[in-house]
Every structure is written in C-alpha cells, then in structure tokens.
C-alpha cells in the first residue's frame, strides 16, 4: 500500500494534463510540484467527503511517469534572439496541448516533453516557427501527467483506497453515453440527462407535473 497521494479534479482537466488540488488550499493546477500530499488516511477522508469529480491517486505513481512541459503563457509569443545566445528551442507557432507548446525535436515529430526538445546554436528564418533562448524555456517548464496514463486499479484501489458507496452509486447511476439515471419523484418513471446535480424534469407525457422543462 502508498501513504503518499495527490488529490485530481477530473473537471479541471487542461488538454491531456490532470489538474490537481494545490497545498494549502490553492486552488487547481497542472504542475505536479504544486500538489497538496495526502497521507493514505487522508486521501480516503477526502474521497469519502469529496465530489464526483475529485480523485485521489498514489502520488508515487504520478511522479513516476510525469513528463516537463512548458505553458505557452509563461514565455514570449515571438522569436527572441539575445546577443552571445549560442543554444535556443523552436516550438511550433500555432499548436498547443491544452496550454503547452509543441518543441522542435530532431528526427521525430514535434513533442510537448520539454526534455526532448532539440538544441539550436541560432535560429533559422521560419514563420511557422517561434525561437526562444534554451534558458527562458527552461526556466519556466514543470512536471505534468497525462491523465490518459491513469490507471484507476494500480493507482488507486490498489494503492490502498476504497471507493466510497456515494461514488458506487454514482456510477451505477451513470450511463455509457455519460448521462445519469433519474426517477421521477412523482411518477417513478426513469430519466436519462448529462445534468447529475438537479433533474429536468420526466419525460412521461402524462406526468404534467414534471413534464421536460424546455416544454414547459
């Protein structure tokens, strides 16, 4: 079993990263170093308590498999070139994963993983691509996980947790088409909406009282 665990908010996904809760209540982010850590007995005290939408998995795990992306938002749109600069990054203008720029990477396609990003002593006169000094990018890049890397069994129940029966039946609730089951409180007939919060109303043509609200 893990004793140290990250808290994911599924809804906070940004492009392909898993956002997580921050330390000391921060609000939300992407970069890994910025997670709050949760022993085993508080993750699962903040599963049990938690929404639908919040996760907590084997930090361990996470930081296994993290990978350095850099936020477009945190270094010049444009090409930068600095006199005595013998080593820039390309990334590609245009294309983003989420927030994270696409680099130039020598043989291969371009990538977001900052640590494969090719090297450069100067750039070379492109449009479609934008040229930064090695350090400015460098500088800012952070650890991120793909959140199609999850594996709910290893990183999770077999990390220790147990799902908590609020979320069990929220899942048995839910259907493939990512619609949750209702029973009409007047008539019992079942509703399929994507709305999980509040109900839209039965769609038994015979129960006025809780006929579809966009027919009301």
Not at 87 to 114: A, I, R
Request: glycine share 8%; net charge positive.
């Amino acid at each position: 079993m893990k004793n140290r665990f990250y808290l994911a908010c599924t809804r906070e996904t940004v492009g392909t990263n898993m956002s997580f809760h921050c330390v000391n209540g921060n609000g939300y982010s992407a970069n890994v170093g910025l997670a709050h850590t949760y022993t085993r007995e508080e993750a699962q005290a903040a599963w049990d308590s938690g929404r639908e939408i919040e996760l907590p998995v084997s930090a361990d795990d996470v930081d296994a498999l993290t990978v350095l992306h850099v936020d477009h938002q945190y270094v010049p749109g444009k090409t930068t070139i600095e006199p005595g600069c013998v080593k820039y990054v390309g990334f590609v203008k245009g294309q983003w994963d989420g927030n994270d720029l696409y680099w130039l990477c020598n043989g291969s396609l371009p990538t977001t993983d900052f640590s494969k990003a090719s090297t450069f002593e100067s750039p070379t006169d492109s449009a479609e691509i934008v040229w930064l000094p090695f350090h400015l990018a460098d500088a800012v890049k952070r650890r991120t996980f793909n959140i199609n890397l999850l594996d709910r069994r290893r990183m999770i129940q077999g990390a220790g947790l147990k799902t908590p029966d609020h979320i069990k039946r929220y899942k048995r609730r839910k259907g493939s088409s990512g619609k949750v089951r209702w029973n009409c409180p007047c008539c019992g007939k079942i509703s399929w909406q994507l709305n999980p919060y509040d109900f839209d109303g039965c769609r038994n043509i015979s129960c006025e009282e809780w006929r579809p609200r966009y027919e009301q």
